[in-house]
């Protein structure tokens, strides 16, 4: 069964942490290249990170130094440690899997995506 499966959203308060999982199907997660995403209401979905097939990491500008992307390829997960979330971080996050694609399309979502998870939705309060 081809699918992606996000959990670990959830609400926490400004300043705190939270780490979601990807999991995903062995066919997608050794055929694809995953990456997270995040879409807050009335904006444009975008690229939040990515790990690379050779261990390089890629980080939207505003979350660098605060989100963390890994991969455990014994559970065919993904994971994004967020830490010192802010406001502007509340949002649908969700990932996604594609083929190889550079940073800044997946940045912007300038490719096209193979498959979607159902997303866990974020929210940072005060």
């Known amino acids: 069964q081809v699918r992606l499966v996000e959990s670990g959203g959830g609400s926490v308060e400004a300043g705190g942490s939270l780490r979601l999982s990807c999991a995903a199907s062995?066919?997608?997660?050794?055929?694809?290249?995953m990456a997270w995403f995040r879409q807050a209401p009335g904006k444009e979905r975008e690229g939040v990170a990515a790990?690379?097939?050779?261990?390089?990491?890629y980080y939207l500008d505003s979350v660098k130094g605060r989100f963390t992307v890994s991969r455990d390829s014994a559970k065919n997960t993904l994971y994004l440690e967020m830490r010192n979330l802010k406001f502007e971080d509340a949002a649908m996050y969700y990932c996604?899997?594609?083929?190889?694609?550079?940073?800044?399309?997946?940045?912007?979502?300038?490719?096209?995506?193979?498959?979607w998870g159902q997303g866990t939705q974020v929210t940072v309060s005060s």
């Open positions: 996604a899997a594609f083929r190889p694609a550079p940073w800044p399309a997946i940045r912007s979502l300038a490719m096209p995506v193979s498959h």
């Open positions: 062995a066919y997608i997660y050794s055929t694809y290249y």
């Open positions: 790990l690379n097939g050779d261990g390089t990491e």
